[in-house]
């Protein structure tokens, strides 16, 4: 069974961080993108940040630039999403997202199969 499973969401205040992990089970995490998109309440799903397995390069939503960073670790079948300096603004569900059949990096959702759960990410003073 295709799965993948985030962890590491919480409440903080503005200022702090947090590390997100996104696990995959019946399948190795190795397709050509993978990433993090977030929904906020009332909004659309965004994309948030993006990483290229073949080489290894990173995409960033121009919101998240310079505070969030995403890595992966192949032999725990695991993606990472770094945020630090969290704004009130980042308050929102956060869910990882990979697909077998992109061959480019793609900031839209709909281009995504499989998806996991979500972990809530609340930023308030």
């Known amino acids: 069974q295709v799965q993948l499973v985030e962890s590491g969401g919480g409440s903080v205040q503005p200022g702090e961080s947090l590390r997100l992990s996104c696990t995959a089970s019946g399948f190795t995490l190795n397709y050509y993108v993978e990433g993090w998109f977030r929904q906020a309440p009332g909004k659309e799903r965004e994309g948030v940040s993006f990483m290229a397995t073949s080489d290894g390069s990173t995409y960033y939503a121009d919101s998240v630039k310079g505070r969030f960073t995403i890595s992966r670790d192949k032999a725990k079948n695991t993606v990472y999403l770094q945020m630090n300096s969290l704004e009130p603004e980042d308050t929102a569900i956060y869910y990882c997202?990979?697909?077998?059949?992109?061959?480019?990096?793609?900031?839209?959702?709909?281009?995504?199969?499989?998806w996991g759960q979500g972990t809530q990410v609340t930023v308030s003073s």
């Open positions: 997202a990979t697909s077998p059949r992109l061959r480019y990096v793609s900031f839209d959702p709909s281009d995504y199969d499989y």
